[in-house]
């Protein structure tokens, strides 16, 4: 079985014997395991009754969902929150997981954007690892595989400014007698942005002039930056556009071990994302899709694209840097998030700290009536003559 199918296997261990097991392949089902139990920590309710949540997690504090020792391996997660998004923001329940002993957190994010649900909103979102389901994509899903060699630990911390009222969950995952020593650990990280246009302005499908070039990346939004010997497996990529001009004319660009120009450079977003011409239909598959876009003018509002690389993984194995255009020559401000996920190599390093709750603050979202006041702004500085058009 080829490695790149790394993401598709279920990792047993018999002894020091290493057995993969293919998602895609029902048959494979069929074979049978020894030395492997399957576990489970949950939040059901110790007593035998029906009260089967953590409740009142209150503001600032954390809870601990799970924790073990020894080898295995994560292979199911699902979580559930009350009250809704609406009263209680997802954005602000941070989400932590720790290997092997490490002090420091290899997961960090919103427990929102990791699991595929943008900003405070929640919808249906489907792909191979990760999913969110009825109700209204409130049934957070994770089938990434999460080794570990010498214990585990998971936890969420509530910044809400309110208690989270109810907290449901369950993880699943196989305890093994040794983990085989050429597993990765799991990773993932959060990064958000309000990106700055340059003082030319906003010049995208030169609008406003001759468009300039960035063949180095420079000033590019950043999905992970991160030393060491691994592979990227992928990204959700939240966009928020303040205006209605399409936001995806910027070019992917990954520089693998050190490469100071691009070592991958794409052809721009949706290109990077398997779709094409400035898309905004809802669209799932296993591996890429749209899970939100915006019904507003134009590409105004909010879009949740997503990409994972399952058969295609990226290989480093010094360092990796994995950006992406902000608009042609990041020529347009935009408010965008992301969760970069990824395996690496142990011993692991901290990952840098995750912004924090006001730069997380969601932004509001622009209308007709904006446009309406940006029109008259355009009449004033053209003379305010009765009868100008638009194109003038």
């Not at 199918?5 to 049978?32: C, E, M, P, W």
């Not at 602000?92 to 990791?114: A, H, K, Q």
């Not at 983990?179 to 609008?207: D, I, K, M, V």
């Amino acid at each position: 079985m080829k490695s790149s199918n790394f993401l598709l296997l279920v990792l047993f261990a018999s002894g020091s014997v290493l057995a993969q097991i293919n998602h895609t392949d029902l048959a494979a089902l069929a074979q049978i395991q020894n030395d492997i139990k399957s576990k489970r920590i949950s939040s059901f309710d110790r007593s035998g009754g029906n009260n089967d949540r953590f409740e009142n997690i209150p503001d600032g504090q954390s809870r601990t969902l799970f924790q073990v020792q020894g080898a295995g391996l994560i292979n199911h997660i699902w979580i559930t929150i009350a009250p809704p998004p609406e009263q209680l923001n997802r954005n602000d329940i941070i989400l932590r997981m720790y290997w092997d002993g490490n002090t420091f957190p290899s997961v960090e994010s919103p427990i929102g954007p990791f699991f595929g649900q943008g900003w405070n909103e929640s919808y249906p979102f489907s792909s191979l690892p990760l999913a969110a389901g009825p109700v209204d994509g409130r049934g957070m899903v994770s089938y990434w595989a999460m080794p570990f060699a010498n214990g585990a630990k998971i936890e969420v911390e509530n910044q809400t400014g309110r208690p989270i009222e109810a907290f449901y969950y369950y993880v699943d995952y196989v305890e093994m007698k040794k983990l085989p020593e050429n597993l990765g650990r799991f990773c993932a990280w959060y990064n958000h942005e309000l990106t700055e246009a340059p003082q030319e302005g906003e010049n995208e499908w030169n609008s406003l002039g001759e468009q300039g070039a960035n063949p180095f990346g420079e000033k590019n939004y950043l999905f992970l930056d991160v030393k060491g010997k691994g592979h990227y497996v992928g990204v959700n990529y939240y966009v928020h556009s303040p205006g209605p001009m399409w936001y995806g004319e910027g070019d992917d660009m990954i520089f693998i071990d050190g490469d100071e120009k691009p070592t991958l450079h794409g052809t721009g977003t949706e290109d990077y994302f398997n779709t094409s011409w400035c898309p905004k239909t809802l669209f799932s598959h296993p591996y890429y899709g749209y899970a939100r876009v915006n019904n507003d003018i134009g590409w105004m509002g909010r879009t949740h694209v997503y990409r994972f690389h399952i058969s295609d993984p990226v290989y480093f194995d010094t360092s990796l840097r994995v950006t992406i255009e902000h608009g042609h020559n990041n020529c347009l401000t935009l408010d965008v998030a992301s969760v970069a996920y990824w395996y690496q190599q142990p011993p692991l390093t901290p990952l840098s700290p995750i912004p924090g709750k006001e730069e997380r603050a969601l932004k509001g979202f622009n209308g007709v009536w904006h446009i309406h006041q940006w029109r008259n702004a355009w009449r004033e500085a053209k003379g305010n003559d009765s009868q100008l058009w638009g194109d003038e």
